[in-house]
């Protein structure tokens, strides 16, 4: 079991930065791959950003040159820096973790944060 708790929310003018965290309750660096994703009033949940265990990232179109996402496996924590932010960013934004032990794959997801961005 996997417990996800995100903090970093909040209202930001467009323009702004946030930064998010998702601290993990087990070593991340056993964690096959972590990610962001996000929803929206009346939208389904959107993949954001995902970081693999070797580190390599990805990026949804939408979000590419202004977000990024980190890794600090000593904090077992994954940030998501967000710059540049827009309006049609807001949304509760979710972190997830997905680990593989033999050929199940568990996904894990945190209760969410508010990202709301003002024009």
């Known amino acids: 079991q996997v417990h996800l708790v995100e903090s970093g929310g909040g209202l930001v003018q467009a323009g702004g930065s946030l930064r998010l965290s998702c601290a993990a309750s087990?070593?991340?660096?056993?964690?096959?791959?972590m990610g962001w994703y996000r929803q929206a009033p009346g939208k389904q949940r959107e993949w954001v950003a995902g970081i693999t265990s070797g580190g390599g990232t990805n990026y949804a179109d939408s979000v590419k040159g202004r977000f990024t996402i980190s890794r600090d496996n000593a904090k077992n924590t994954v940030y998501l820096q967000m710059n540049s932010l827009k309006p049609e960013d807001t949304a509760v934004y979710y972190c997830?973790?997905?680990?593989?032990?033999?050929?199940?794959?568990?996904?894990?997801w945190g209760q969410g944060t508010q990202v709301t961005v003002s024009s």
């Open positions: 087990i070593r991340i660096f056993s964690i096959n791959a």
């Open positions: 997830n973790a997905g680990v593989i032990s033999g050929t199940l794959l568990s996904n894990y």
